[in-house]
C-alpha cells in the first residue's frame, strides 16, 4: 500500500508560478514512476506530466510541455511539478499517482486545488 498527498495547490495569477508536492509513504517510493494529472470541472481527468524511477525519463502532455517541469527526490519519497507561465485553462485539481508501466496507474492522492486568475 501507499500512501500519497499533494500540497502546494493555491490561487494565482495568469503568468505566474506554483510548485506542487507530492509526498509517498508506506511503500519502496524509488520502485515506481510517478506521474501528475489534473481534472477541471465538468472535465474529465488528463495526464499532465510523468516521470520514471530514477528520474531520467520525463514525459509531458502537449498542453503543459516547455512550461511545467517534472522532477523527484527519492531521499526525500517527493515527486515535485512545476508549474511556470500559468494560464486559466491550467485551472484544475491536480493529483499525483503511482505506475509500472505508464499506462495504468494504481495508487492516487486526493489532489490540490490549483486556480489561475486575475
Known amino acids: 500500500q501507499v500512501q500519497l498527498v499533494e500540497s502546494g495547490g493555491g490561487l494565482v495569477q495568469p503568468g505566474g508560478s506554483l510548485r506542487l508536492s507530492c509526498l509517498a509513504s508506506g511503500h519502496t517510493f524509488s520502485s515506481f514512476a510517478m506521474g501528475w494529472f489534473r481534472q477541471a470541472p465538468g472535465k474529465e481527468r488528463e495526464f499532465v506530466a510523468a516521470v520514471s524511477w530514477s528520474g531520467n525519463r520525463r514525459n509531458y502532455a502537449d498542453s503543459v510541455k516547455g512550461r511545467f517541469t517534472i522532477s523527484r527526490d527519492n531521499a526525500k519519497n517527493t515527486v515535485y511539478l512545476q508549474m511556470n507561465s500559468l494560464k486559466p485553462e491550467d485551472t484544475a485539481v491536480y493529483s499525483c499517482?503511482?505506475?509500472?508501466?505508464?499506462?495504468?496507474?494504481?495508487?492516487w492522492g486526493p489532489g490540490t486545488q490549483v486556480t489561475v486568475s486575475s
Open positions: 499517482a503511482t505506475t509500472r508501466d505508464y499506462a495504468t496507474y494504481q495508487y
